[in-house]
């Protein structure tokens, strides 16, 4: 691929699904994928970046806003030694999809899915885990 088309790529991806959204054809999506050689300061991640910190082809983190709102900063661990750890995937247009889900053990409680971009809640978020069955 030329090198000017491999720069321009991501932006006209972007452009691609807010148009798309826009028109009705996809959902908007909450998230969109983006990478990073160093592990972003809470400041440089806006409500819908998603961004995968890697080193080479080595995966380490993503990190992301907590999606209720509440501000803080998610960094889930992409290292397959580490425990727990997470895997993401992205579709063309760079929207990720996380499994497994994600569970705030403290502050606000969120537990979610990020599915294609988007937000499923989980029954009990905003409620601390207190032996329910609804943990994995």
């Not at 991501?10 to 028109?23: M, Q, S, T, Y």
């Not at 080595?58 to 425990?83: D, Q, V």
């Amino acid at each position: 691929m030329a090198p000017a088309l491999t720069a321009i790529l991501p932006a006209l991806k972007v452009w691609l699904v807010w148009l798309l959204a826009a028109l009705g054809l996809i959902a908007k999506p909450r998230f969109l994928a983006r990478t990073s050689e160093t592990n972003p300061a809470k400041t440089e991640i806006s409500e819908s970046d998603f961004v995968v910190v890697r080193s080479g082809d080595f995966l380490k983190w993503a990190c992301f806003r907590c999606p209720c709102g509440c501000g803080e900063k998610i960094s889930l661990s992409l290292a397959t030694n580490r425990r727990p750890s997470w895997r993401v995937s992205t579709d063309w247009f760079g929207r990720p999809t996380v499994a497994p889900s994600v569970w705030q053990r403290a502050g606000c409680y969120s537990h979610f899915w990020i599915r294609n971009g988007g937000v499923d809640w989980c029954p009990g978020t905003g409620k601390p885990y207190g032996g329910d069955g609804l943990s994995f």
